[in-house]
């Protein structure tokens, strides 16, 4: 078994001042939670010899919401806004986690219908959530402009939300026993339509941001995770697969009609640089998007018509005692959520296995020996959405 | 302008640079690139291509407090971070204005009755000027927020003497 | 190895309930006393189960559905039980590192230990209870060092205390937090700093 | 031209002190005749001075605002929005008027901890030393407030100051985000003086004088088309060498992708991370103030300075000839911002150990070579010329 990666080797400071014969003294840092690359109300206490980093410690907890508390005392129906504030960039993948565990424990599963239109609409909304992470991972690295088409792209997808279940951000649509309504008339053609429209826009990301002279050189090589290091702290989703682990839940613990799709599980192979640093970690992100694409159009092409929630679940849910826990891929790695019942209509605990809160454990070892403009980069790339890491 | 400020009665000149000011002030709201949760979200889609707040002049997002006019308040805000908001607030410049957006910075939100670390609204730290509704709201409502905000600073009398009253001095944290 | 088969909506249910099986088994062998608790109810319901269980008074006796899990009797020796876990039955990774307080009344929580295997592609479940006045256990960091911030965050919540935690801060309450706000008996604050949280 | 000889030929004549004096002393005739004798020479002469400032002050007033506004405008237009539109009417054109009034009335801080005279002294020494460079720049025939035989050397000596203002700044903001700042500042600009200064040599090899206004009315030729960059015969030295200086001044003057002294998305604002109000405001115009005199430069050296197709033929008419040239002027250098607004909105920043690197071991050595080929070029133009 590895040794868990040392926060700072206490020998530097004092075997500097040896070797150079001079007095330095390390420089603590602040780093949020309000700064631009935090990504939020992270705050990350640095340690920088000059503008080499030698320690790092995350505080958490700007943003602690008591959502798990707040699920031991609402019913399972009205905890479902709850859950789509976790991950705000990702509403319909929490909605969904929280729903199937709920289903485990009632023993009920969606119809077809439903199923296909949960799968369309997570895809979507990772396509979403990724296009944000790569923009704002180019804010992180100095280019601003990536962000703002990057926006473009999702604000069409935000109206596909909005059209089929009302809003922008928290949809709630997805829910126990199916989803909110069917799909309006023409919704899955103008699903079709963004389908197109995405092929010919991913190419424009790929050569303004991935492509760049200077944004390779800012993220190869930087913030290597070892795969290993990568398993032993729990990481998932691309920060797993971008350090070369082939790990994916939609293929090997295959959930809703995922066993049906074709698909590729795109796995980091240090296009540039060293595998696992940032850079394949975004690689993945970005390849990641056209194969959601290919899944909603198998989707499309599958999807039949009839009902798309269970007709015994209704706004009452009492499901049987029992303890179920369902993870899914999230577009950030693992989401569960582990529900305890003892069969009334609250549940007993309401656990969310957040995956940006792991991921986030591993950065701050990651950190020591990089400079300071990598600690951008590396918290950019791991793409943390507060809302998650600190519920 | 300290020196002149409020010290003056109505008068055509004062009226007219009082003009000129608020012009100045609501023309170029910079707002901190500050955002705490879903809202923040919300804010940013303002930033972007389709709501572009920039045309109203308030797209400059400074990321330091001291360049900073307006702060929104994106979200929910907790005792922890609620500390900070206060000493944001604090570093920021007078004339500063204050939007709370959304339901959690408005009063506690969906948090509002067991988020037991979640602040009843961040008006309880901080005075603020405009509240927006909606969880998170629509971009088009912060923008609308911002020309109520606007609207407001045009009132302002920056010479003459203030014949409001002042705003309540919200408690302090620490 | 091949993906698993799945067997439901929410994912395959066998893959799961075998990996329960051998695992009780492994850990008996070794000597360790752990009970396999499986569900009694059948994986679906029956039609219209659902609405005859949400009509369903809370006196009546209920079936168990959902997941299995394994509880380790000796709080004592769960060190040597994740180890084993770890190293002979190929579960390499920690998922989450829990707690459940699930009465008030209860004299004990219970620890919650998720682990997934990405060779056999399962889950597995530890538990083990932890007497609610000497709520202490090991800390799983030497086994698995991702558990390091679930239990931060389980030991603030709940008031539980890993022996061995290499940094037993608070993690997402303030460090002068009153209390442990995920146990049942926990009382709402009235105010903190002096501004009123109500 | 002389060439090869000028440099010897150039120092000793125009020793700097003498040279910063005004030279052809318009404005002090000008003033001459319109005051009563009785007035001495140095009263004239200080009040030239005072109204050179005066205008130049005004001038880079101007200039920084319609920068603001331009790189708003632009900023919108590459990320697909519109930028500013409503302030002022049409396209917020008085958008940055509103910012600077703003700016001028909002609260000025300075912190408790801060070391004051540093804090209070280093916006005023920016933008000084940034205002001052723009006494050699030749707008016009006859419009310029000094012709420095050294001009080119004057603004690269006179810009370098700022660094030393930003660096004060920085360190009595009493903020680590500004001491990074500041000292990224430094080590950036100390490393990127070299190849700047090494990239004007060419054009300085081929005009034979570091006169502004003679690299000026050097260019005159070909109906006014005779620029360096277009002269065929040096083609293979002007255009790397502008490629170089534009890459060095872009380091300079702290754009992107070499905007790490106020890099956002790492240091928060860097050395002006305290900086409120009219003192931040300083730091706003210095930055777009040094970007148009860096582009003045290039103007000047590379792309015939006030020199444009068949403008000569309007020589006849005085005020109109001199309005156009200043056109002309002021339109090449706002271009050459525009394309400096145009990298910043597309590239990504780079590493401060990447900006060392690019600076000493491909900036520098590729200078070198520049420079040697311009002088061996010349020594062929000047031996087959004769």
Known sequence: MEEPPQTTPPDQHRLREIELDVRTQDVEINMGPQHPATHGVLRVLLRADGEILVGAESHLGYLHRCAEKIGENVDYIQYMPYTDRYDYLSSMNNNLSYSLAVEKLLGVEVPKRGQYLRTILAELNRIASHLVAVGTYGIDIG??????YALREREFLLDLFEKICGARLTYSYIRPGGVMNDAPAGWLNKVAEFCDIFDQKWPEY???LVQNKIFIERTANVGVMPAQTAIDWGCTGPMLRGSGVDWDLRRDQPYLVYDQLDFKVIVGEGYRGTLGDCFDRNFVRMYEMLESIKMVRQCLAAIEEGEVSHPDVSLTIRPAPGEAYVGIENPRGELGHYVVSDGTKIAKRMRCRAPSFVNLSVVEHTLPGCMLADAAAIIGATDIVIGETDR | MGLLTEKFDDNVLTTRVDWLLNWA???SIWPMTFGLACCAIEMMAVGASRFDID?????????TPRQADLMIVAGTVNFKMGERVKRLYDQMPSPKYVIAMGACATGGGPYYKFGYTVMKGVDRIIPVDVYIAGCPPRPEALLEGLMLLQEKIRRQKVLRAPQLEEKPKAPSLV | MEAPKRDTAWGPMEVHFQAAREAHAALQEAGLEVELHQPNLPIFAEEGEAKRLAKKKADEPHEWRGDAFLLLKDRERLLEALSLIREQLAFQQIVDVTAVDFDAEDSVLWGVYQVLSLTKKAR?????????????????????????WHERESGEMYGITYEGHPDPRNILLPDDWVGYPLRKDYEFPEEYHGISCV | MKPLTIIASALPEAPVSEAAAPQGNGLTEMLAGWLPESVPFWGLTLMASGLAFGVIMAFVSVVAMFSTWLERKVAGHIQIRLGPMRVGGWHGWAQAIADGVKLLIKEDIILASADRPLFKLAPALVLGTAISTFVVLPFA??????????????????SSVTTIGVIMAGWGSNNKWSVYGAMREAAQVASYEIPLGLSLMPPVIYYGSFSLLEATQAQSGWFGMHWYILDPSVMLVSVPSFVLFFVATLAETKRAPFDLPESESELVAGFHTEYSGIRFSFFFMEEYAAMFVMSAIATVLWFGGWNFLGLAALEGIPVLYTTACMLVFIVKSMLLVFVMMWVRWTLPRLRIDQVMILGYKYLTPLCLIVVFAASLLEYLRFVLSN
């Not at chain 3, 597995?124 to 030497?142: F, Q, Y």
């Open chain 1, 143 to 148: 280019a601003f402009t990536p962000f703002f």
């Open chain 3, 124 to 148: 597995l479940t530890l538990k083990v209870h932890l007497p609610k006045d000497d709520c202490r256990v090991a800390s799983a960091v030497s086994v698995y060092p991702g558990a390091d």
């Open chain 2, 25 to 27: 002030r609501l023309s």
């Open chain 4, 141 to 158: 025939p006859g419009v310029m407030i000094a012709d420095v035989h050294l001009g080119i050397f004057f603004v690269i000596a006179i």
């Open chain 2, 55 to 63: 045309r109203f002049g308030a797209g400059a997002f400074r990321a």
């Open chain 1, 206 to 208: 790929w050569n303004l």
